[in-house]
């Protein structure tokens, strides 16, 4: 089956450093999506990036991940880290064997303090 | 826009007790609903996948006798924990989606507490 693995844990950053958080994945669908998920404690997780596209980079919010198929990999980026961007990233993979119902890697608590 | 109300926000059960949490649509039509659970140090795990006018299937490990969903309309789910024990501590996340060119909008989630 489906499976995704992140980097896991907690990661600290000092404010203004790049961002860098590792997602790969594991899929028998050529056709797959991966997305990143954002979540706020007690809040809804919502959607922070969704690709399908091999190579193609994309963006929101001054995060950005480029699906590379040949390396099964989504890491997301953003070049400078705000205290705002505290929270838990989920990476996820749906695809159509699963009727598209997102398989969730472990989660990464990331911490950005002044 | 498509928002998703899960209720209740937490909830704390006597061991061996049930509960029920619900999950609203409000703005587009709930044609598949997908409960997960997040237990302590895990994942969010999928217990059950449900769509309108189909059977809902479960995952290994999850059964309709344990976690049986209702859903009876396209704006309405809800699942109950039934016979609660320590185990199934955890945060719940019920998601839906329109069809399959739409993404899953997640709820707020419940957080379970068994006693």
């Known amino acids: 089956g489906d499976s995704v693995t992140q980097t896991e844990g907690l990661v600290t950053l000092t404010e203004g450093l790049p961002v860098m958080l590792n997602c790969t994945y594991q899929?028998?669908?050529?056709?797959?999506?991966l997305f990143w998920y954002v979540h706020y404690l007690n809040e809804s997780p919502w959607l922070l990036l969704r690709?399908?596209?091999?190579?193609k980079r994309t963006e929101h919010q001054g995060f950005h991940a480029t699906l590379h198929k040949s390396s099964s990999s989504f890491h997301l980026q953003k070049s400078s880290a705000q205290l705002s961007d505290s929270a838990l990233y989920y990476c996820?993979?749906?695809?159509?064997?699963?009727?598209?119902?997102?398989?969730f890697g472990k989660g990464t608590s990331l911490v950005v303090h002044p | 826009g498509a928002l998703v109300y899960q209720y209740p926000r937490r909830t704390i059960c006597k061991s061996g007790t049930s509960m029920r949490m619900e999950c609203q649509a409000v703005?587009?039509?709930?044609?598949?609903v997908a409960w997960y659970r997040q237990s302590p140090q895990k994942t969010f795990e999928l217990i059950a996948l449900?769509?309108?006018?189909?059977?809902?299937?479960?995952e290994q490990n999850f059964t309709q006798e344990k976690f049986p969903i209702s859903h009876p309309n396209l704006s309405f789910s809800s699942m109950t924990v039934l016979n609660a024990y320590l185990e199934d501590r955890g945060l719940y996340l019920c998601g839906a989606r329109h069809s399959a060119n739409s993404d899953y909008t997640f709820g707020s989630g419940t957080r379970l507490l068994v006693i």
């Open positions: 449900s769509t309108v006018n189909s059977a809902i299937k479960y």
């Open positions: 996820a993979l749906s695809d159509p064997g699963g009727n598209y119902k997102p398989t």
């Open positions: 690709s399908s596209t091999d190579n």
């Open positions: 899929t028998i669908y050529s056709n797959a999506f």
């Open positions: 703005g587009f039509q709930a044609t598949s």
